[in-house]
């Protein structure tokens, strides 16, 4: 089975950040582009297995602020554990 991989380059606004993950992953029209929405999306609506590379987070962390950049992590890490299908390769 191939594994579809996101690529996260010079993210620097939180709109950004939901439009590659929308492109890339194919995120349905129904997405609400909020962080709850972020979760259920990536909760149910992606098929996996998938990988998200998140590169420059450093760039990332100041551009977003820490709170936003903190959240995003959270999200991810919370549903790579609950599907176990999500790999993710955030480089900080």
């Known amino acids: 089975m191939s594994v579809s991989i996101c690529?996260?380059?010079?993210?620097?606004?939180l709109e950004q950040f939901y439009d590659e993950l929308s492109r890339?992953?194919?995120?349905?029209a129904h997405f609400g582009r909020n962080?709850?929405?972020l979760y259920d999306s990536l909760s149910a609506?992606?098929?996996?297995?998938?990988?998200?590379?998140?590169?420059?987070t450093e760039l990332s962390?100041?551009?977003?602020?820490?709170?936003?950049y903190a959240t995003l992590l959270e999200i991810l890490q919370?549903?790579?554990a609950e599907r176990g299908d999500i790999t993710l390769d955030i480089h900080h």
């Open 35 to 37: 962080l709850d929405a």
């Open 61 to 68: 962390r100041s551009k977003l602020g820490a709170d936003v």
């Open 78 to 80: 919370a549903v790579a």
């Open 24 to 28: 890339q992953l194919q995120l349905p």
């Open 7 to 13: 690529e996260l380059h010079h993210i620097t606004s």
């Open 45 to 56: 609506d992606v098929s996996g297995p998938f990988e998200i590379v998140w590169r420059d």
